[in-house]
């Protein structure tokens, strides 16, 4: 019964149209503002329940006005601001940094600079497995044209950032960078 | 309440394990219908916060399926719900509005979700319970889950319940069962063996022994049974030997009687003799007496029949016999003849009893008594008045009575030349008073001793002397006048003399 269960719902499914306008980075945005709700800062990140949540961009722009769309205009009682970074270096007060494809040659150096940061690193670089060995915590991957992410835990955690654990469940994999 | 009496004639064993069961049956069943009471006032609060406490559970973790689109995942999850069986149909909804994820609990027929979540919040409809909630993570909507729950966990419960209720109805009868083999062996069957051995013992059979086999009641009871049983025995025992020893005093106390009523009727029978003898006596007395007053009646006749036939050889010696001398005398002398035949005739007559009670006149019964007497006493200076006023005429026997009366005449008589009275006169009264004839004998002989003036009815009592009175004049007169006439005899003593009185 369980499986006559299944079908109906993969039907249903069938019939809904998936994503048909989103596209890749609309999606990237939203999987953004999401990850803020299911990891938590240390108190001294985000002092105050007004204390502001900084996004950060380094390199290139891809997301447009999405970014902000999606992220609104709060992340639980902390009022959002976004960055856009020409330089790694620059990203002081960010609480998530997104380090965009413009940086791929650069990425060991960027992620050295913001090694020692709280910050939530999250890339769509083509390695992801290489970007997660030099500190990247959450890396973007497509699964068809599905996008999905890949959880570096171990950094994150290094980070004093803490991890939803049914985050975890949803995450592709919460080993990135480790076993290949 | 024919049920009722009927049940009144059940067996001890019987009415005990009605009771018990019964009680075990009401408990039950008191029990059963609080707890399906409770069930369904309460399963509608209680599936609200099951329905509850499981959604939040799926919002929480299915929270990041949803917001990374990862429908599979939030499948697994909606898979947990197998593990809450009141769940019918579960499903999350993206934020626009699409089916997420869904679930259907298998083995039952049942709706799927609806294609739109509806507002949220907890509803019941029928017997049913949807609940519509959102998800959402720092404030931040992520979806929606819808839930609808129904009452089949709760009529499965009261399922298990019922078999339950079920297994244990059984297992009472089984026990009640073995209860009731228990209580028959227990109660009712030493019970039965004291009732037959109460039969056998009111049949008469105090030898028997019922076995104490325990120290209950029952024990105790055929404990008491036995003691009674020999207590019975001993005192029937007791009671069969007071009963011959009784038996034997009252065979000795009958032949005593008898030996005693014989003796008695031999006495009675001695004393008739005797009595019969007296009888004669006093008969051949009063002959005698008749003879003396014929012989004194006779005496002037005689004298004057002599003295005719003498004038008759006299005037023939001496030539003065003339034939009217002769006519003369022979006829004086038939008149005196005559005369004293008569007197022959009355004493006969006096002396013959009557056969049957006739009515007579006490006057002349009086007046024939004193002639015959007359002579005799006047003889002995012993005059006679006699006083009536009317004559009675009375049912009875009148030579009896007329016996009576010579007996007191005697009597009188022989008292005053006892004591040698002169001037003794005899007064005999006659008058009615009360309807009845009362005659007195009054004499002035001086009257009876006082002190056996109670004794003088009594047979065989004298004052004479030795051969001259029987004791049975006065006793016969006695008997006579109150025995055969239904009458009275008394005495008293009047100024200077005894007064018999006689009411007839």
Known sequence: MRRVAVVIILLLLGYTPVHAEATEYQVKAAMLAHFALFIDWPPAALPTADSPFVACVVGEDPFGSWLKHELGERVGSHPVKIRYLKKAEAAQECHMIFISRSEQGRLKQVLASLENKVALTVSDARDISYFCRHGGMIGFVMEGRKVRFNLNAEAAAKAGLKIDSKLKRVSGSTLCGEGR | ?504
């Open chain 2, 1 to 504: 309440m024919p049920a009722f009496r009927r049940a009144h004639n059940w067996p001890i064993q019987r009415k005990l394990l009605l009771i018990i069961l019964s009680t075990i049956v009401v408990s039950l069943v008191l029990a059963m219908a609080g707890i399906f009471t409770y069930e369904l006032v309460t399963y509608r609060d209680r599936l609200a916060q099951e329905v509850t406490e499981v959604g939040g559970f799926i919002m929480a973790n299915s929270a990041p399926t949803l917001a990374f689109d990862d429908a599979q995942t939030a499948q697994e999850i909606l898979l947990t719900l197998s593990g809450s069986p009141s769940v019918a149909v579960a499903a999350l909804y993206t934020m626009d509005g699409r089916v997420f994820a869904s679930y259907i609990r298998s083995g039952q027929p049942t709706i799927a979700p609806p294609p739109m979540p509806g507002p949220t919040g907890t509803r019941f409809t029928g017997r049913q319970l949807e609940q519509v909630r959102t998800v959402h993570k720092k404030g931040h909507r992520l979806g929606t889950l819808y839930l609808r729950a129904d009452t089949a966990t709760v009529y499965a419960r009261l399922a298990g319940y019922a078999g339950i209720l079920l297994a244990v109805s059984l297992a009472i009868g089984g026990g009640a069962f073995l209860l009731q083999r228990l209580l028959k062996r227990l109660i009712s069957e030493p019970l039965l063996r004291l009732s037959s051995m109460a039969e056998s013992i009111a049949g008469g059979d105090l030898t028997t022994h019922v076995p104490v086999e325990s120290a209950d009641e029952i024990g105790q009871l055929a404990a008491a049974f036995n003691h009674m049983s020999q207590e019975l025995a001993h005192s029937y025992a007791q009671l069969e030997m007071r009963v011959q020893e009784r038996t034997e005093k009252l065979t000795r106390a009958l032949q005593e009687l008898h030996s005693e009523t014989e003796e008695r009727i031999r006495a009675v029978e001695e004393l008739r003799k005797r009595e019969q003898l007296l009888i004669q006596q006093s008969r051949l007395a009063a002959m005698g007496e008749m003879l003396a007053n014929i012989s004194h009646q006779w005496r002037q006749p005689l004298n004057v029949l002599g003295l005719k036939v003498q004038e008759l050889g006299l005037s023939y010696k001496y030539g003065s016999l003339s034939e009217d001398l002769l006519d003369d005398n022979i006829a004086k002398a038939m008149e005196i003849i005559q005369h004293m035949s008569q007197t022959i005739t009355d004493f006969q007559d006096y002396l013959t009893p009557n056969k049957e009670k006739t009515e007579f006149s006490v006057d002349q019964v009086i007046a024939r008594t004193v002639s015959l007497i007359k002579e005799n006493f006047k003889n002995q200076n012993i005059r006679i008045d006699i006083r009536s006023t009317g004559d009675q005429q009375i049912m009875g026997f009148p030579n009896e009575y007329g016996q009576v009366l010579l007996n007191l005449f005697m009597n009188a008589r022989d008292a005053f030349i006892e004591r040698g009275v002169r001037d003794a006169r005899i007064t005999v009264q006659s008058w009615s008073e009360n309807g009845k004839a009362v005659t007195t004998i009054t004499d002035n002989a001086g009257g009876v001793r006082e002190e056996i003036l109670d004794n003088i009815f009594d047979a065989y009592f004298t004052t004479k002397e030795l051969g001259k009175g029987t004791g049975v004049g006065l006793f016969m007169s006695k008997n006579i006048i109150e025995q055969n006439m239904g009458g009275l005899l008394s005495v008293r003593n009047v100024n200077g003399g005894a007064e018999f009185r006689i009411e007839v």
